[in-house]
């Protein structure tokens, strides 16, 4: 049996007035107060941290378990990581996890990012984590209220399967609405880093970054749905929708419902609304008498007709692999929620 450490690590700036999610406030074309910007990013960050805390709780569950059923089965730590900076902010930031912490027993590792691009604050986090030992990290934003609680337990179970399954460290992501990411996470022996995948000169988006840096290194990767950030007041709207959407659901599925946030916007009152559209789909050569005649071969010229090569057997096996791995992972994710609910 061996023993691994797995981080999970959230970006943040500490939640203060002036500091956090400017671009919604007046000053910037949005809605907001910098108190009010200031209140909204600590209600999603404190719903954040607590659902990146249910699914660590989780994981650590689903390896006690298997550990104890089979004495051979890697022990897994999975561990709580904040990251932010400057440094003086760090006070400020540990004040507010205190709060969040108060009701659950898991410790809080800190980090203090530097650089002088995003990039290089990324690439610092990263390395310092994977120095003190820990073999992945997944890594997300505290502005991030609808990301699901799976797409980060199944972030580590993809990472897992990558390392010890198919014997080749991997690359887990997540976009964001805007080409860039939501949710990054890779091995410490992943050929990867964030160098030019934010910041670069040539106007290419992050997630595209993220690509070209796989396909050169030939790294396996798992994707997983897009994952709205709130950084404008248009996105405000849309994770208002979302998050209403989620708690209905949450009826019947096991969502965790981002609700101080979405109890902080019906507090403030706000109201998500679109408006009218007096576009329609033109549906009258469909719906008319007259017939269409389509050219069936310069439709076909058009779309292609060549679905690629046939996967090889290898290709399958490690397609098959995975899902079975997959399929092993979300059993014992249902079984363990559905414990919660009896």
Known sequence: MAEKKQALLIFTKPPLPGVVKTRMTTEHGGFFSMEQAAQFYKCCFYDVCEMSMQALKELQAMNDELVASDPTADKITYDFFVSTTPAKSLPKVQEVMEIITRNWDIDVHYVID???????????????IFAMGYESIVSIGGDVPTMPKSHLIQSFQWLDYFQNTLGKPGFVYAPCQECGTSLVGFSHNTVMDHTGVYYNMEGRPALDGYLAKLQEADVPSAYFDPVADVDEITDLGHAISCMRAIQEAAKYQPLFVPTR???????????VSTPPNDNHDPRDILDGDEEVEIDEAEFQKFIGTDAGDAPTADELKRISEGMDSLRTNQAAENAYEASQYN
């Not at 946030?261 to 109201?271: H, P, R, V």
């Open 114 to 128: 530097t650089g002088s691009t995003f990039d290089e604050h990324f690439n610092d986090a990263f390395s310092q």
């Open 261 to 271: 946030t979405l109890t902080w916007c019906d507090l403030m009152g706000i109201t």
